[in-house]
């Protein structure tokens, strides 16, 4: 295909094995519409692509060549049959769990567990934003205000997964909760829960500025904790420090089974809850941006262009911050 007719995007091909290529661009099918991404950030499902690790790769959900994105914001520029084209110019960002509309799940609102469904660069070969345009269903677009930047708005995505995690402990005001993790779906868990009035901590390998390690973390009250970790030792630790009666949200996944005793959970009465999207939790995250409850753009400690993307899923590219930002229409770093 000539390159006047193409468009870039970055490929997977194999573990450890990518590059920016020129491919045919997206077409806004019925109920579609095709977004140019401005610009899309980098996690750590990205990373286990990336190295081959990823679960989806081994259990036929997902296949090499693999175009990843699922943290995105952009400018609807077409709009396909059915849609109103009322969406051509609208900044949006979007779900990445595309269900199939008709199971019992879809049905009831949960269609990111349908087990058809497609996952934004990740599940089933739906492409994903890691690329200067990306086709996404009109049904899964939330329109972005003026108040969310760029930078914001490709946080939609992991800042609802961590209104979910927070959901999920039913804080009340005043209540401590630990949050195992500081990475940047840890982090956003600690701020939104701020912003819910909680007294948040962070657990963390090391100790650093408001960061507890095992060995300097206090003897308090934790009435919930989240495990947005990927240690393995993790989920049974926390099962050990939450309170009797308290809540344990289960985020972060290692890679390798985490085990706990399921008669801890039992004698404590504890209520263990895990969060597998940001599904449902989208606008909520929008209007907490949009209001400026909470902030998480200090988190983001660079923004480099799609030819980058390699150096930063092999963890070579360090930032002043956890996340690391594409845009596709970079031509080079800042």
Not at 199 to 212: K, R, Y
Request: hydrophobic residues 45%; glycine residues 14%.
């Amino acid at each position: 295909m000539p390159d006047d007719e193409a468009m870039r995007a970055f490929v997977i091909t194999g573990p450890g094995t990518a590059s920016v290529q020129h491919v045919e661009p997206p077409a806004a099918g019925p109920g579609e519409v095709v977004v140019a991404v401005e610009r899309a950030g980098v996690c750590g499902t990205d990373a286990e692509f990336f190295s081959g690790h990823m679960t989806y790769l081994h259990t036929g959900q997902a296949h090499y060549p693999v175009r990843i994105g699922h943290e995105w914001c952009g400018t609807v520029t077409e709009a396909g049959p059915g849609v109103d084209p009322a969406w051509i110019g609208k900044r949006v960002t979007g779900d990445t769990m595309l269900g199939c509309g008709h199971c019992e799940r879809c049905r009831g609102g949960r269609q990111h567990l349908c087990a058809d469904r497609y996952e934004i660069g990740i599940r089933n070969g739906w492409p994903g934003a890691l690329a200067e345009l990306v086709s996404v269903p009109v049904k899964a677009l939330f329109d972005l205000p003026d108040a969310v930047d760029e930078t914001l708005g490709a946080l939609v995505e992991p800042g609802a997964n961590a209104l979910r995690a927070v959901r999920a402990a039913a804080l009340r005001a005043g209540q401590r909760v630990l949050v195992a993790g500081p990475g940047t779906i840890g982090r956003l868990t600690a701020m939104i829960a701020a912003a819910h009035g909680a007294q948040v901590h962070l657990l963390g390998e090391t100790a650093e500025a408001g960061v507890w390690d095992a060995a300097t973390l206090p003897d308090l009250r934790w009435d919930a904790v989240v495990d947005a970790s990927n240690g393995t030792g993790i989920p049974a630790r926390a099962i050990d420090l939450v309170e009797p009666g308290g809540r344990v949200v289960f985020i972060g996944l290692a890679a390798h089974p985490s085990l706990l005793d399921s008669r801890a959970l039992v004698l404590k009465d504890i209520t263990a809850t895990g969060v597998l999207s940001g599904s449902g939790g989208l606008a909520g995250v929008i209007e907490l941006y949009a209001s400026g409850a909470v902030d998480p753009r200090p988190l983001v400690g660079a923004t480099v262009p799609l030819t980058e993307t390699a150096a930063v899923l092999a963890g070579d590219y360090r930032g002043s911050g956890p996340k690391i930002h594409i845009d596709p229409r970079l031509t080079e770093t800042p």
